[in-house]
């Protein structure tokens, strides 16, 4: 019994280490895609996800 919850307790700490590093690949994939990106580009996504959200923006 005790071989069981060992194994049950080390697949959930894989899943959770590999939910953490996808998280962070794209956590910093949005920052150096913001950071690099063209200011117009980054309002012009921002403005249509606004109106495809029926959010008015002006």
Known sequence: M?????VLSGTRTN????AVL???FLGLGLVFMAG???AMALHNAAHD???S????CH
Request: no cysteine.
């Open 2 to 6: 005790s071989t069981n919850t060992l």
């Open 36 to 38: 690099f990106a063209p």
């Open 22 to 24: 996808v998280a962070a």
């Open 53 to 56: 959200q029926n959010f008015p």
């Open 49 to 51: 996800f606004r109106h």
């Open 15 to 18: 899943e959770r280490l590999g």
